[in-house]
């Protein structure tokens, strides 16, 4: 027997497939395949394009035809031509195919709480479990323009001050730093970008206007499971490119010498430091760049 890494790949693929029922005929009890419930599922979640469903999913375009055959052929979908792309199809639910759905949106969770249930470290569990889904996932990773009041902003901003406040020696206190409702992070003064994973929020950035040609970067936040893989920067490429559409000449950002990999990744994407420009009580690094 061998204990080398690829053996424990493979052995972390054999268990999953087997746990989710991947090779089951019937997957979760509901008279159908994985193939033709993860469409299904898709449609249930918003996806509507065809060729938008069938690249999520990776599947050719003979697979996901007959999958999606079989669904209308059970009453549960219906497809039509996009009204704006007549060469494209959408797909949508019928009544039952709604039932269908929301039959296994309980079994999925009930299966995934009983995952949970089994682990005598549940949180442990789920942190690997994030870091697999986000290393498979990472080329799907989208980044989004988002209220930053909306509930997955809030989510990454307030695991961002949790952590904030578990790294500085004093805690972080988000009422005492500037702008702490980002009010100023909106078109066409700023914009809040969202990194999704999956429906998941798992990074963020701010870029807070004044409508004149100076601005900040604010909010710099990638999930542990998601770190490594180039996320950071790629949120700061697009709020640089979204300062730019703004006419925004300058941008500026601090941080503590409390996160030593944000700073590295500042001086190694053309930031350069320059002194202090506001009087926040939680910064000592200051840096600039010009676009």
Not at 253 to 281: K, V
Request: charged share 30%; with cysteine; hydrophobic share 35%.
């Amino acid at each position: 027997m061998t204990y080398d890494p690829v053996s424990r790949v493979r052995r972390f693929n054999r268990a999953v497939t087997s746990e989710v029922g991947a090779l089951d005929t019937s997957f979760l009890g509901r008279g159908r395949p994985l193939g033709a419930a993860r469409v299904l599922n898709s449609i249930g979640r918003g996806q509507s394009d065809v060729a938008v469903i069938r690249d999520y999913l990776g599947l050719d375009s003979g697979l996901m035809s007959r999958l999606l055959r079989s669904l209308e052929e059970e009453g549960l979908i219906e497809t039509v031509p996009n009204p704006q792309d007549a060469r494209r199809r959408v797909a949508r639910l019928t009544e039952t195919g709604c039932s269908e759905f929301q039959a296994y949106e309980a079994l999925s969770n009930a299966q995934a709480k009983s995952f949970l249930a089994r682990h005598r470290c549940p949180d442990e569990l789920l942190r690997a479990m994030d870091i697999v889904a986000s290393s498979l996932r990472r080329e799907q990773i989208l980044l989004e323009e988002k209220d930053p009041q909306h509930e997955d902003a809030g989510y990454c901003l307030n695991e961002y001050y949790g952590e904030l406040a578990r790294r500085f020696e004093k805690g972080f206190d988000v009422s005492l730093s500037r702008d702490p409702d980002a009010k100023d992070m909106f078109r066409p003064r700023g914009a809040f970008l969202v990194a999704m994973s999956d429906g998941l929020p798992i990074g963020c950035v701010g870029l807070k206007g004044n409508g004149g040609e100076v601005g900040e970067i604010k909010r710099l936040w990638v999930a542990p499971s998601a770190r490594g893989f180039g996320l950071a920067t790629r949120l700061m490429t697009a709020a640089e490119n979204i300062a730019r559409e703004l006419s925004i000449k300058l941008l500026r950002l601090d941080t503590n010498s409390a996160l030593p990999e944000a700073t590295q990744l500042y001086r190694g994407t053309g930031w350069r430091e320059i002194g202090r420009f506001n009087d926040d009580p939680y910064p000592d690094t200051f840096f600039e760049k010009r676009l």
